[in-house]
């Protein structure tokens, strides 16, 4: 093994950790996809569409102002807490399907995080516009660098203390993320086995799908709090 690749002043390192991840991402990608193909295939027995579920799961915990629209794209389903709408893929707001039932659920599971003030929905909400600022910053900062540092202004080692503060707060949103996206898909399942909407028959299904759904946050979370301690060990290195 060439030890110099893995020094922590090597570019490389954080290359090939950062393939990793992006393959490991395709990966679990593929798989949720797979798994979303699979359940599409397994109607629901009660009639009920992606759009009908919601609407009854948000009714059920008193959330009547929340509306429910379709927007295109697959996996593209979210909730939008600016103006407290879930919003659903065509093919979940019209399918009648575990899938379906499943992804819906777990996007009315965010509106009822935000009706009962979850905290960490709350802070990941509060962070989002600061990630946002802060990866365009990154940005600005990589274009310049391929120009040269000193169009910066910047040495090298105060470069990579703005870019260890900026992936810590990009990795700081990714953590965050985790807990609320387990919580939402934790409300989901228990309220469409209360509710009725799945059986012991298409019940596991619909936990594995929301399971290959989370696994895409994880991997990200890992390789954003990856990428910032490589900064931070390059930042001691070049001490």
Not at 70 to 78: F, I, K, Q, W, Y
Request: glycine share 6%.
């Amino acid at each position: 093994m060439n030890i110099v690749l893995f020094h922590t002043n090597s570019p490389a390192m954080i290359f090939i950790i950062l393939i990793g991840f992006m393959i490991l991402g395709f990966a679990v990608q593929a798989q949720l996809k797979r798994r979303f193909k699979q359940y599409q295939a397994l109607p629901i027995d009660n009639g009920l569409t992606g759009r009908d579920i919601a609407r009854k799961m948000l009714d059920d915990h008193g959330l009547q102002n929340v509306n429910i629209t379709a927007v295109e794209g697959r996996l593209t389903d979210h909730y939008n807490p600016r103006d407290s709408s879930v919003n659903l893929s065509q093919d979940v707001y019209h399918g009648n399907h575990v899938a379906a039932a499943a992804i819906a659920a777990h996007e009315c599971g965010h509106a009822v995080q935000h009706a009962t003030k979850y905290e960490w929905l709350d802070l990941r909400t509060g962070l989002v516009p600061i990630v946002n600022a802060s990866g365009k910053l990154m940005n600005i900062v990589f274009f310049a660098s391929l120009f040269g540092m000193g169009m910066l202004g910047l040495g090298f080692k105060s470069i990579l203390l703005f870019l260890i503060a900026a992936q810590a707060i990009i990795a700081s949103f990714a953590l965050v993320t985790l807990p609320v996206e387990y919580d939402a898909s934790r409300r989901a399942l228990v309220w469409l086995q209360d509710a009725n909407v799945t059986n012991s028959n298409n019940h596991g299904m619909a936990q594995d799908a929301l399971k290959w759904a989370a696994r895409t946050y994880v991997v990200a979370a890992a390789a954003a709090v990856t990428q910032l301690l490589y900064y931070v060990m390059l930042y001691m290195g070049r001490r």
